[in-house]
């Protein structure tokens, strides 16, 4: 059996170009990259060449790229190392139900420690009103935290104005971009943003190694302690292999960045409008344009998400409800929930999320396996029977 995988916004496979681009740092240039020797020098520079591509791509200075361990990392320095850099100045932070556990995780530890969240809502799109924005924000306000893409319904956040709305009020804005990088492009000064977090995961690079742009004069406490790595704001010695896959994943994701959108564009609407085709009942989570190219959320009333998901895995599609880091519960998604969708619509949702690799082919096969699943799931629902008969 063929598989197909439809699940990128979860993990993506790394490029082979990205893995033959990091294999010679595991064997050959393996110095650590602060010994001064010739080893030590190859793995700075090229450490230096990963720092510099990623800062060209989003518009950055290299000295503004820190590598991290992974995009939770990157989110979580950017929250707990502002909020403890300004709190003298307030204990005020602003983000949005619609966050990655990531950012709203670190909010409920720093709640815990005497700083207060707004959580702002959303519409029925997933989008954030920036004018609500301007509202919440207090003498106290230190930080807010809002994601330029959402990782499960694909809704595209108005930044650039959420921002200009925190500079005007002089509150840092962090814009976690994990989803939006590679797929839309990417500027710090015309997103205005302080502070952005990227993963090497969902872009074709490694996993466990993210990198979070602090913008210059931004004052941020580091939370690893040891030696001088990353301009004293990261210890630790630093994932060479990695940080040169992630380099060369950005490189690749940026380059012809607007036919890849054509193309996933089209494929993802060809999945939906097969899909509208020919099952009835079925409602699109997320904005109808302003989402990424590669996201596909969709709700099948009298069905259980996760039953169509195992259906589908059996018949080798890999598919998602909700996201990966929170899937396990059978709470419905908190995303949906603050989307407002019926909680009982909301467990019968699937997330689509395609990449580079996958085919026109393999769209139709989903296509044609949803109708057969769905049917027969249907055929066992009280409450299908029940709507269908009135
Ligand atoms: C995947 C993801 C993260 C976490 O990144 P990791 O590299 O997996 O730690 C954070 N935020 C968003 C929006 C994501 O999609």
């Given amino acids: 059996m063929k598989k197909i995988y439809l699940d990128h916004n979860a993990t993506t496979p790394a490029h082979p170009e990205v893995v033959e681009a990091m294999l010679p740092y595991y064997h050959t240039y393996y110095g650590n990259a602060s010994s001064i020797h010739c080893f030590g020098r190859d793995a700075r520079k090229a450490m230096d060449d990963a720092r510099d591509k990623i800062a060209d791509l989003i518009g950055a200075d290299p000295q503004e790229i820190v590598f991290t361990g992974g995009g939770t990392e990157a989110d979580n320095f950017a929250l707990k190392g502002v909020a403890w850099a ?77 921002a200009e709305i925190a500079r005007e009020r002089g509150v840092y804005l962090h814009t976690d971009a994990i ?94 409008k097969g899909i509208m085709d020919m099952i009835d009942h079925v409602h699109l989570n997320g904005h109808p344009t302003l989402r990424l190219p590669n996201t ?9 998400g996760e039953s169509l998901l195992l259906n589908l895995d059996l018949k080798g599609i890999a598919a998602s409800t909700g996201s990966a880091c929170t899937s396990g519960t059978l709470d419905p998604s908190h995303v949906l929930m603050a989307m407002g969708i019926d909680p009982v619509l909301a467990q019968g949702s699937l997330r ?15 296509v044609e396996c949803l109708v057969e699943i769905v049917e027969r799931l249907r055929m066992l629902s009280p409450l299908y029977s029940e709507k269908t008969a009135n």
């Fill in 86 to 162: 300004t709190e003298k100045e307030g204990n005020h932070i602003i983000s949005s139900a619609i966050e990655h556990p990531a950012i709203l995780n670190s909010c409920q530890y720093l709640e815990k420690r005497g700083f207060e969240v707004t959580y702002l809502p959303v519409d029925k799109y997933g989008l954030i009103d920036p004018l609500q924005v301007k509202e919440a924000i207090t003498d106290k306000t230190i930080i807010i935290s809002i994601m330029l893409a959402n990782n499960e319904v694909g809704t595209i956040e108005p930044i650039a104005e959420i």
């Fill in 179 to 272: 989803q939006a990088f590679g797929k839309i492009p990417i500027n710090v000064t015309e997103l205005k943003a302080d502070l952005l977090s990227l993963s090497g995961h969902k872009i074709n690079g490694p996993k466990g190694i993210g990198a979070l742009y602090i913008r210059k004069g931004i004052r941020i406490t580091s939370f690893l302690h040891g030696g001088h790595h990353e301009r004293n704001r990261r210890a630790g010695t630093e994932n060479v292999p990695a940080l040169v896959g992630l380099g060369k994943a950005a490189e690749l994701g940026a380059c012809r960045i607007e036919e890849k959108t054509r193309r996933l564009t089209e494929l993802r609407d060809r999945l939906h």
């Fill in 296 to 304: 596909l959320n969709l709700s099948f009333a009298f069905v259980e």
């Fill in 352 to 366: 689509f999320s395609l990449g580079p690799d996958n085919t026109q082919e393999e769209i139709d096969t989903t």
